[in-house]
């Protein structure tokens, strides 16, 4: 697979940055910005810019495109819905929202027997402290040191990251961190006062950092033993990226709650609360709500990737070309130091820091994005082919090969 290809049918004006009129200080967490390279379309896990150049795409939007781009299904799905009926609220019913729900709850074992559906990861973030509010009385949470929950107020106490953090606070939110994966300071930090843990099975934005099982189970021990609720944070590790539908099905350990969002609908605007039937009823009624959460456009949307796992064995996929991702990048050059993930969630820890690395990627063409100041992530959408993940580490040992 050549590493530039110009197409014809893609030509498009060459754009700059003053084309976009953007109000962001920092992309995303990664603080990368390539005003220069401006992608026109894509197909699959290709991305095409401007000038038709071809990139092999290992950022998916940040797991986001998890079915790839311009994929067919999701497209004739969006674009029948969008002629049928794009709004409706969630206190009516709607043919293609419960076809979305049923499905949803194929892939979604008890005791997570219940939705909320809404537009973003720190959406269900919120959504989820507030559920636990109101089903324990209580205000304070424990979150995990190094842990990423969002950036909106709401859930900024529960970010670690102290440069997201202390600049909009104080909050009135009471939040203890931990260290993660350590046990002791886990079961020493929730007491009778703790509404709820909220943890990543495995940390994406510090680096792809897979919890233990001792770690995942001892937190579920000592909230049931406290009263507390669990909450898995599985916004970027869900939808099958791992390998399974959720990150913590590996575990073995049933949470009071999960969020979901990224991935959901393959690019289009969505996000799941999932509920044990004991805390969805703790909500008074009338006690949260959204008005673009579940509307039928993003239900089709999500209906079309959840038909697509399961067509086209993507989770399968998504576990054998992880292995095959990560053995190569093992090898692929001395300033790697260490290569951790499952499935298609990979970070690769490098020796010097990630922001030039991801610069020579891209010179590359390979799209990434950091996970913290030493690591690359690679998070390709699941449908890349086994030729393509090759071609990944054949340009990634070019790219290392740099420093």
Partial sequence: ??????????????????????????????????PDVVFVRGAGALLYDADGREYLDCLAGIAVASVGHANERLADALARQARRLIV????????????????????????????FLGNSGAEANEAALKWAR?????????????GFSGRTMGVLPLTWEPKYREPFGPYDTEVEFVPFNDVAALEAAVDERTAAV????????????????????????????????????EIQTGVGRTGTFLASEAFGIDPDMVTLAKGLAGGVPISALLLT??????????????????????????????????????????????????????????????????????????????GPVIDALLAEG??????????VRFLPPLVIEEAQVDEVIARARKAFARF
Avoid: Y
């Fill in 366 to 375: 390979v799209v990434t994005t950091s996970g913290g100041a030493d690591t």
């Fill in 198 to 233: 909220l943890l990543e099975p495995i940390q994406g934005e510090s680096g792809i950092r897979p919890a233990t099982q001792e770690f995942l189970a001892a937190a579920r021990a000592v909230t049931k033993r406290r009263g507390a609720l669990l909450v898995f944070d």
């Fill in 277 to 354: 039937d004991e805390v969805a009823s703790a909500m008074p009624k009338g006690g949260h709500g959204t008005t673009f959460g579940g509307n039928p456009l993003a239900a089709a949307a999500g209906l079309a990737v959840l038909e697509e796992l399961e067509a086209r064995d993507l989770m399968a996929n998504a576990t054998r070309l992880g292995e095959r991702l990560m053995a190569g990048l093992r090898s692929a050059g001395s300033v790697v130091r260490e290569v951790r993930g499952r499935g298609l969630l990979i970070g690769a820890e490098m020796t010097v820091p990630a």
């Fill in 134 to 146: 109101a089903a324990t009385g209580r205000r304070r949470f424990v979150a995990a040191q190094r």
């Fill in 1 to 34: 697979m050549p590493s530039s290809n110009v197409d014809p049918t893609a030509a498009a004006p060459r754009l700059s940055r003053s084309a976009e009129i953007l109000a962001a200080a920092d992309v995303h967490s990664s603080g990368l910005w390539h």
């Fill in 88 to 115: 409706c609220p969630q206190n009516l019913g709607n043919d293609v929202r419960t076809e979305f729900t049923n499905k949803l709850f194929q892939f979604v074992k008890p005791p997570l027997t219940r939705v």
